[in-house]
């Protein structure tokens, strides 16, 4: 566990550049390796640039790539929530989300995934075998002060191998 006087979290939270924390290491043994990235439905650049990273880190590791999106469903009163349509909406936001990194990386093998649950506790599941997760720095809500989302902070806590945060790319950079 990360204690209170550890700088894991602020570090996470204010670094310019992406942060690695090992609390377990990589798994080599699954066949064939893979990174887990989460992505949001949001269209903030934190995901673009967590996307990105983990093209560029799997790429020279021969990893595949699994992108991950993962929803909760919320009801209120009686609405109800047409699961498939929710399904195929966000399977097209995973699809766009990664249309243009194809080229640059053609070799890398890229599935996408769609799961109802709590974020936090199917990112940890699918890092159990993985060589890291990466994910963006702040999510779809949050406060304005706050620097690290609640996705990234649990999975701190949680994950079963490296966990890289990335942070937002600044206007007009990569």
């Keep these: 566990m ?25 798994h080599v ?4 390796p893979y990174v887990v990235v989460g992505v949001d ?9 967590a996307i990105d990273f983990a093209f560029d880190l799997a790429a020279p590791r021969q990893a595949a790539l699994r992108t ?10 009686h609405i109800h929530v047409d699961e498939e349509a929710t399904v195929q909406s966000l399977r097209r936001l995973l699809d766009e989300a990664t249309a243009g990194r194809r080229a640059t990386h053609p070799d890398i093998t890229l599935t996408h995934e769609v799961i109802r649950g709590h974020p936090v506790e ?10 890291a997760v990466v994910v963006g720095r702040r999510g779809r809500g949050g406060f304005t002060g706050m620097r690290l989302g609640s996705v990234p902070h649990g999975l701190l806590h949680r994950a079963h191998c490296p966990v890289i945060t990335v942070p937002a790319v600044p206007v007009g950079g990569r």
């Design 122 to 131: 199917e990112l940890a599941k699918a890092s159990e075998h993985a060589l």
């Design 29 to 32: 043994t699954q066949q064939p």
């Design 41 to 49: 439905a949001s269209p903030s650049s934190a995901a673009a640039a």
């Design 2 to 26: 990360l204690s209170a006087s550890s700088v894991t979290v602020p570090v996470s939270a204010q670094a310019h550049c992406p942060v690695v924390v090992v609390r377990e290491p990589e």
């Design 68 to 77: 991950l999106l993962i929803w909760q469903s919320h009801l209120v009163g």
